[in-house]
């Protein structure tokens, strides 16, 4: 849950009084899809540059 807090997607209070850990857990598990995805789109764009050269 210290990864919601760090990437400011929730509070400690918020997960605390309003979030179940079920959905505490889909927020993770959305938030982990978006980092993987960034990263996939950031080596595509890597690969590109250097095939252009």
Known sequence: M???IKAQL????ELKEY???DE?????????MEVDI???RNEE???EARRAK
């Not at 929730?10 to 209070?13: C, E, I, L, N, Y």
């Not at 505490?24 to 982990?32: G, S």
């Open 24 to 32: 505490a857990l889909k927020l993770y598990a959305l938030y982990m």
């Open 10 to 13: 929730a509070s400690m209070q």
């Open 2 to 4: 210290y990864t919601l």
């Open 38 to 40: 960034e990263h996939c």
């Open 19 to 21: 979030y179940t850990l």
């Open 45 to 47: 764009m890597k690969n």
